[in-house]
């Protein structure tokens, strides 16, 4: 009895060992720079992506450019974590497009392929760098294959987007594509924190205290008349708040780089307003395709995320030299 009971305790005393003992750490591959469901995004075609995007920025905007921060971070860090995040969607993407039996045309890569060999012969430097760090035919041609698939995905979610009559009928009606407001702009925030309170007020009119105090001379004779503008015109800050608003309503404060903006919307047009305006059978035609390609857009963005969280990935940010 004795025996049975202490033979008892030691394999329960091993279990117990063997339940605390702790997994073995994943072995990173030295060759890889992340792993999407199983599947390994190479180093090697890491570096060379960021050594064309490297060689982009620095022609761009100059050596310096490296010194600069982004969000208050070092812009190298920013740019080697948002490229390996794009290459993570890309093999994402990839992964669900080719499960629909879509093959890239080959053709059409040849031709992409011959349009771009022609570029690069025609510049000896950019030539001799695509020689030096090894992004040869192959490489390139890779790139193009995995272009035609994500603008594939684009497509069948555009497709799907143009067939959802309710949802089109919906943004026909509600979808502000053009803006009529007024606002007021200074440079100091004390100034402008002293005029949203005159404005919320509702003791002054707003194109009263627009003409007294803002610094937009051109729109402030005006009352700070902006007239009607559509998206894309104004810098991004301003223009979310703009079309965020409704008629009549007044934002808080819209900082810029050009300072503090108080906006009021006066009205707004959809697509279904600007039809009873009269706009002609290719305007209508014109803002349509321009909404369905702005839902399919905000669809593929919500699809991609949707990718990410139901995927398996781990980043080796320690085989990334930054």
Known sequence: MKKTLMISLVILIILSFAGCAQTPAEVIPADAAAKVDGEQISLEDYNKNFKILEYTYTLTYGEDIWAEEYNGRPLKEVVVEELLNNLIREKLIATEVLATGFEADEEQVDSYYSDFQASADADENLKAFYEENGINEEFIKDQIRMQLLVDEYFNIIQDDVSKDDAILADMYENYKLEVNARHILVTNIDVAQAALSRVNSGEEDFAVI??????????AVNGGELGYFARGVMVPEFENAAFSLDKGE????????FGYHIIKVEDYRTLNSLIEEGISDDEIQMFKDYIVYTLANDTFETRIAQLYDNADITRYMENIQQ
């Open 210 to 219: 627009a003409e007294e105090i803002s610094e937009d001379t051109a729109s």
């Open 250 to 257: 007044v934002s808080g404060l819209v900082e810029t780089d």
